[in-house]
């Protein structure tokens, strides 16, 4: 089943293609592939990698921000909840010397740190 980025991706390239007139063998003899290919990508069937689609915006005259317009991002599950957290927890220094610290306690006192911070958390 093809994921939903690589339909919007398709839809696009399809759409800019019909705007400019341009056939698929056309577009196909711009980026060196066969017709077939501008198919499926258009269909969402293949992906098209970063290369190609950059090939694929300069046949079209268009920046390669153009075919993903309109695309709602959605945080990955796992990201959810994780707002407050630094992108970079190595470069923060409160981060890294949190770590340290943690890492200092005996361990047994430290799993109970650990649980408690983990009750904590949900709570909040």
Do not use: C
């Amino acid at each position: 089943m093809p994921h939903k980025v690589d339909v919007h991706v398709g839809q696009r390239i399809r759409q800019r293609r019909w705007l400019t007139g341009m056939t698929q063998q056309r577009l196909a003899e711009l980026v060196g592939i066969k017709f077939q290919q501008i198919q499926k990508y258009e269909t969402g069937a293949n992906r098209v990698s970063a290369s190609r689609l950059w090939d694929i915006a300069f046949a079209l005259n268009v920046n390669v921000a153009h075919f993903f317009e309109g695309l709602e991002a959605e945080k990955p599950q796992a990201e959810k909840g994780l707002e407050n957290i630094p992108a970079d927890l190595v470069g923060d220094k409160e981060a890294m010397d949190l770590i340290r610290s943690y890492y200092a306690i005996p361990e047994n006192q430290r799993r109970r740190l650990f649980e408690l911070a983990r009750v904590l958390s949900d709570v909040a």
